[in-house]
């Protein structure tokens, strides 16, 4: 009898074990992990961003047609309950960088600013920034040789109405 009793308790303690276990593992499955997705258009959809911290970014590094090392990402930089978020959405390479400010609420966006750009061997120009409820974007002439060579490049911020994700595009 004693046996008997003996192994049902331990059967029991196995099952409150992994019971405990799967538990667990659930809680962590919960909270999925920020990714960075690259899509055919020059675009790159950032999932599982209310799992990214303050001051946290998430990005995606890239070699672009031209065999430059390329790094696009968004980066938290504020949350606030009310407020919503703000999120800085950037584009680096060797020779151009280029970013902006956006705050997110309810995955609209309500106001875009602080743009910034730079590019190494030739001039920056018409610089400006638009919003609109569902994105925001930075647009620029870089001038390599005036009255030769320019090019009108632009980098975007989207919200893909749900899920509080974002997608980043550009012409660089």
Known sequence: MKRKKMAKTCSIMMITVLLIIA????AFAADPV???????DNSITF???DNVAANE?????MIDNAGNAVKVGVTLVASEAKAGKVWKAWYTSGIISASFYMNVDNNK????????VTYIGGTISNISLTKASTYGKLSFKITVFPGVASSLCWLKGTTT???NNITVSWSM
């Open 23 to 26: 538990t667990s593992l659930s």
């Open 34 to 40: 920020p990714q960075a997705r690259l899509n055919a």
């Open 47 to 49: 999932s599982n961003l």
């Open 57 to 61: 970014s998430v990005e995606f590094k």
């Open 109 to 116: 966006v309500t106001s875009v600013y602080d743009e910034r």
């Open 161 to 163: 109405g749900s899920n």
